[in-house]
Structure formats: C-alpha cells, structure tokens
T-cell receptor
Framework: DTGVSQNPRHKITKRGQNVTFRCDPISEHNRLYWYRQTLGQGPEFLTYFQNEAQLEKSRLLSDRFSAERPKGSFSTLEIQRTEQGDSAMYLC???????????FGNGTRLTVT | QKEVEQNSGPLSVPEGAIASLNCTYSDRGSQSFFWYRQYSGKSPELIMFIYSNGDKEDGRFTAQLNKASQYVSLLIRDSQPSDSATYLCAVTDNYGQNFVFGPGTRLSVLP
C-alpha cells in the first residue's frame, strides 16, 4: 500500500486550455474526495464518490469541472476552458467509510497563465 | 451553510510550551472531528480524530471535544520547532459523508 497517488504533481497551462488530473486512492478505500486549496485557505470541497457513484458535488463547482471514477477505482478531475482563478492545489483524498479519516495524496498544483 | 472556524494565527509559542488550538463548528449534527497538520507546500496529514465528548490523548497530542458548545481543540505538549505548521480542523456532517475544513491556524514554535 503506497497511499493515495496523484498525477501530475505540477501542471502549468494557458488560459482556455483543458486539463485532467488523476488520483489513485488507497486500494481498499471506497470513498474518494476532491478538494481545492488556495494559499492561506483550508481545503474546499469539490466532490466525492462512493465506489463509482458521485454522491455530492459542491455548488461552487461550475459546469467546467467534471469528475469521474470508472469502476470505482481511480478518479479523474477535468477542468475545461481553464481560467486564472482555477490556479490552486487540487487535493485528492480517500477513506474506508464515511466517517473514517481522510488520507490525502500529494496534490496537483495547477497554474493557469 | 456549514462552517468551521479557526483563528488564523499565527500562534507563537516557545519550545517546550503547550500549544492550544481551537475550532468551532456550526452544524450541531456533526459526528466526527479531525485534526490535520499541513507543512508549507505539502498536503494535510492526519494527527488525530475524535468522535465522543471528552479528551483523547495520543503521545504529545490531546484532542478535546465538547459537542454542546460545538467546540473542539488540540493541545500539543512539549512543543517542538518541527511542530511549526498549519493545523486544520475538519468536521463531518451528520451523515458522516462530507468533510468541512476550517481555514487553519498557523503555529510557530520558537527555539
């Protein structure tokens, strides 16, 4: 068990481009969460999955954001038509059950120029 | 809107002292409470979790929960410079499905 893995670690893109991030959770964990964090702020909830089902999506998440978790294993987060305001650290976390602690990956730092 | 509040700090304590970090939450139905430590540029790492009222101790760390006051705290005894980090409080909703994080408190332990 190597923990939660996120790729890439860093992504620099130009405004208007699409980007996709990948998260591989701890293998026995059913729940997978995506958060966004900007400097000086706590992680902000984006969405979470129970196995392959996306159970909740933040109202803050515009329709440019989409996440999938096919077959209940890895997950991808796609941002279409990126904006400078999307620049942040995108964190993935997994847990065994709903109230078990979250285990975070190393994050993907996105910079939109 | 479910909210978790923390003093942003920085909280400065001398090496060897007790650091006390506080967190309040708005959702009275919250069930589970977590403290994470985050070093600059790194992802959060779990320190402790607590589910029931009272104290829970793990080494130099003690978590305290008072559901009636909607208050959870973290005490760090014998603070070390390596404890200097941002401490995040996280709370689940009453279904245990979503984790809401506070803004974090920056702790600085001075040698």
């Amino acid at each position: 068990d190597t923990g939660v893995s996120q790729n890439p670690r860093h992504k620099i893109t130009k405004r208007g481009q699409n980007v996709t991030f990948r998260c591989d959770p701890i293998s026995e964990h059913n729940r997978l969460y995506w958060y966004r964090q900007t400097l000086g702020q706590g992680p902000e909830f984006l969405t979470y999955f129970q196995n392959e089902a996306q159970l909740e999506k933040s109202r803050l998440l515009s329709d440019r954001f989409s996440a999938e978790r096919p077959k209940g294993s890895f997950s991808t987060l796609e941002i279409q038509r990126t904006e400078q305001g999307d620049s942040a650290m995108y964190l993935c976390a997994s847990s065994y059950t709903g109230d078990s602690p979250l285990h975070f990956g190393n994050g993907t730092r996105l910079t939109v120029t | 809107q479910k909210e978790v509040e923390q003093n942003s700090g920085p909280l400065s304590v001398p090496e060897g002292a007790i650091a006390s970090l506080n967190c309040t939450y708005s959702d009275r139905g919250s069930q589970s409470f977590f403290w994470y430590r985050q070093y600059s540029g790194k992802s959060p790492e779990l320190i402790m979790f607590i589910y029931s009222n009272g104290d829970k101790e793990d080494g130099r760390f003690t978590a305290q929960l008072n559901k009636a006051s909607q208050y959870v705290s973290l005490l760090i005894r014998d603070s070390q410079p390596s404890d200097s980090a941002t401490y995040l409080c996280a709370v689940t909703d009453n279904y245990g499905q979503n984790f809401v994080f506070g803004p974090g408190t920056r702790l600085s332990v001075l040698p």
